[in-house]
């Protein structure tokens, strides 16, 4: 998928979104979860210290006595990270009373300094085991008479099974985020692919109308691109009215010029022969380059269309067939490359530049002339091109020949017919379609013409 597609740039932020969007939502669950967790935690701890606290009192004989069940296995598993511990305080005389599970360890608690009690009177720390477990405690203490005995409550809870249900929650919770943004990216891919097809739609019929198969784009297109649509014909209607009319008026033109020259011409019949031949030939000049400038107009108006094209190979072909009736004392012929070469260009454009050069060409030429055709070097990176070649095995011209060859009416040779406007048609003909004209030397030693035209681009 080429990278500055509209595609490509919307799957691109879809993606880039989803991932960002899907990352931050797993980041948000996970540390929301841990607070639940954490509070859950802290509220059981603190419901067990109050079961502890329930479940002891002082005897008789002024000690500690009480024996909590919490409910739990865990307070009877030595090493389960899962303690309770009663400590008499000041005055209160007698062993402590401790869970199963804390056998004789002692778990060493904070200064009040350092960690005051808070408005329960309760206070919460961690703390290690001699298991090497991390525990969450917390603590109180509680005054157990009315002769003020008290004692220290502490509840220990492992930090081990909180952290372990912590991360089954998190890897789980990414794993189900991550297949849900597989499936999302997926979906969203088919959905964008989908909503753009329309465009796809359109970019083929435009290229059938650059291929000239089609005059218009057809189809049915969704509300967003059918303003389009009708925009573009609408501009492909007024570039035909455009050329229709330019042609029109070359036309009305050529025949209301074309009539008023050629009576110059007949009435130079009947003069002395000295002025008729200058009447002549003035006149012949004004209608060489009346019609020069009349092609050239209507090259400019055809030019701008997008349905101009030409397949070469027909019409060199054809030229150069009609070219060897009238020389049968030379040999023509072609090599074209590809075969369905199709050039920019209007046909009787083509066929006019290509007149030029192969009728000059077989006016010097002593044996051969030969029409090749192939892709121009260097030109796939702006635009294609195509490159038509006319050599003779004439004379030939030097560097100052070829430069003068190319100004406009210069004739080198006066023995030849022509009014030396060819090669500036030509040259003029190529500079309209954004081609280039060139003349060098032949590889059989005489002229090479070198015709530069536009190809025409086709979207698959």
Do not use: C
């Not at 229709?244 to 003069?271: F, W, Y």
């Not at 192939?374 to 030109?379: K, M």
């Not at 406007?421 to 003349?439: D, P, R, T, W």
């Amino acid at each position: 998928m080429k990278s500055g597609s509209l595609t490509a740039r919307v799957l691109l932020f879809a993606s880039v979104w989803a991932v960002i969007a899907l990352v931050a939502i797993g980041i948000v669950i996970s540390q929301l979860y841990r607070a639940g967790s954490e509070r859950a935690f802290a509220d059981l701890l603190r419901a067990h210290l109050n079961s502890v606290i329930n479940a002891v009192t002082i005897n008789a004989e002024g000690r500690l006595s009480g024996n909590p069940q919490l409910g739990d296995l865990v307070f009877d598993q030595p090493g389960s990270g899962w303690i309770w511990l009663v400590e008499p305080l000041g005055a209160l005389d007698g062993p402590r009373l401790a869970s199963i599970s804390a056998g004789d360890e002692a778990i060493a608690s904070p200064s009040v300094e350092a960690l005051p009690f808070n408005d329960r009177y309760q206070r919460s720390y961690a703390a290690d085991d001699g298991h090497g477990n991390l525990l969450q405690v917390i603590e109180t203490e509680v005054e157990l008479d009315n002769q003020g005995h008290a004692a220290r409550f502490r509840v220990a809870g492992n930090r081990e099974v909180l952290e372990t249900e912590i991360a089954a929650f998190s890897t789980n919770l990414y794993l189900v985020l991550a297949l849900f943004g597989i499936g999302s990216l997926i979906v969203n891919a088919i959905a964008i692919l989908y909503g753009l097809r329309p465009l796809d739609h359109a970019r083929q019929a435009l290229g059938r109308i650059r291929a000239g198969e089609a005059q218009q784009l057809d189809g049915t297109f969704p509300r967003e691109i059918a303003p389009l649509a009708g925009e573009i014909n609408a501009l492909i209607e007024a570039n035909h009215r455009v050329v229709d009319r330019a042609r029109m008026q070359v036309g009305n033109l050529a025949h209301s010029l074309k009539t008023p020259i050629a009576v110059l011409i007949n009435e130079a019949r009947d003069m002395t022969p000295q002025h008729a031949a200058l009447v002549r030939t003035q006149a012949e000049t004004m209608q060489a380059q009346v019609q020069t400038y009349l092609d050239r107009a209507r090259i400019a108006a055809q030019r701008g269309s997008v349905l101009a094209r030409t397949e070469a190979a027909p019409v060199i072909e054809r030229l150069v067939r009609v070219m060897a009736k009238l020389n049968r004392d030379l040999d023509f012929s072609t090599d074209i490359e590809p075969r369905n070469a199709v050039l920019a260009m209007e046909s009787q454009d083509l066929e006019e530049a290509l007149g030029n050069l192969v009728e000059n060409a077989a006016k010097f030429a002593r044996e051969t002339v030969v029409v090749r055709l192939r892709a121009a070097p260097g030109t796939e990176a702006k635009r294609p091109m195509f490159r038509i070649d006319i050599d003779d095995d004439g004379p030939g011209l030097d560097d100052t020949g070829m430069s003068e060859a190319m100004k406009r009416g210069r004739r080198l040779d006066e023995s030849k017919p022509g009014t030396g406007l060819g090669l500036s048609i030509v040259g003029e003909i190529a500079s309209e379609y954004k081609g280039s004209f060139a003349l060098a030397k032949a590889e059989t030693g005489g002229l090479s013409a070198r015709l530069t035209l536009p190809a025409l681009i086709t979207e698959a």
